[in-house]
């Protein structure tokens, strides 16, 4: 796609995200003020993840590495590398029966309409406080008690040089799954930094693959954990890129 027409498929992000957070919006803002709705608050946000992802010409294709299956009714911290926005809309439809609650960064909530209804269906982080990040564990864990399962990107962020095929794991999944022993789904996606990179001019409706990895144990050594599943996620990006 040439320039003007990738900054005319990005202005139709804007309106799409526009009206389908106006649309599906309102029902989980009022659905979220009680947190035994939020299984029902959560169907509407995969709507709206639906429209935007399909809305936005992207499709997806998994393929499954290990035959591991999730448990109904049981909670996950879900991890993935982390490439592109549309991440998110990803994460959320993959799960369609494990309602998800993403740790995400404090400075969304400043987006008009969509921060309103971010800091009600996240766990927020200011990563600037080394308090704040102390007390994410106490908030996923009574994210958890409410039936959800987190997702945490453990590279923290999307990294400015476009080479790194992987960035360094931050602690806090692995730490998280160790000190609420819940097992760590993992995923690898590929395909999203070309398709839908962070850089306005660039990018393309296509297909992302989706790599299903499988479970981890919980351990008493998040740093194994860290190793394991970066590991996994890098072997994967380089034996299918």
């Known amino acids: 796609m040439g320039k003007i027409l990738n900054y005319l498929w990005r202005f139709w992000l804007l309106i799409l995200a526009f009206f389908l957070t106006i649309f599906f919006g309102i029902p989980v803002f009022i659905l979220s003020f009680n947190k035994k709705h939020y299984k029902y608050a959560y169907k509407f946000i995969r709507f709206w993840s639906y429209g935007m992802f399909y809305g936005m010409g992207l499709r997806h294709e998994i393929t499954k590495l290990s035959s591991q299956q999730l448990e109904k009714g049981k909670q996950y911290v879900i991890i993935s590398n982390h490439t592109s926005i549309m991440d998110i809309m990803l994460t959320c439809i993959l799960y ?98 070309e398709i839908f990179p962070f850089e306005n001019s660039k990018g393309y409706p296509g297909k992302v693959r989706v790599f299903y990895n499988g479970i981890l144990e919980p351990s008493d050594s998040p740093k194994d954990l860290k190793l394991s599943a970066f590991e996994t996620i890098k072997k994967t990006l380089v034996k299918y890129s």
Do not use: Q
């Open 96 to 193: 369609p029966h494990h309602p998800i609650c993403f740790v995400g960064k404090k400075e969304l909530v400043k987006i008009p309409i969509f921060g309103t209804i971010y800091k009600r269906i996240c766990v927020m982080v200011d990563r600037s406080s080394a308090r704040s990040r102390a007390d994410v564990y106490r908030r996923c864990a009574e994210k958890m008690e409410e039936g959800c399962s987190i997702v945490i990107f453990p590279e923290g962020g999307v990294p400015d040089d476009t080479s790194i095929i992987l960035d360094e794991f931050k602690d806090g999944a692995f730490t998280l799954s160790s000190k609420h022993n819940s097992p760590i789904v993992i995923h690898t996606f590929i395909g999203l930094k």
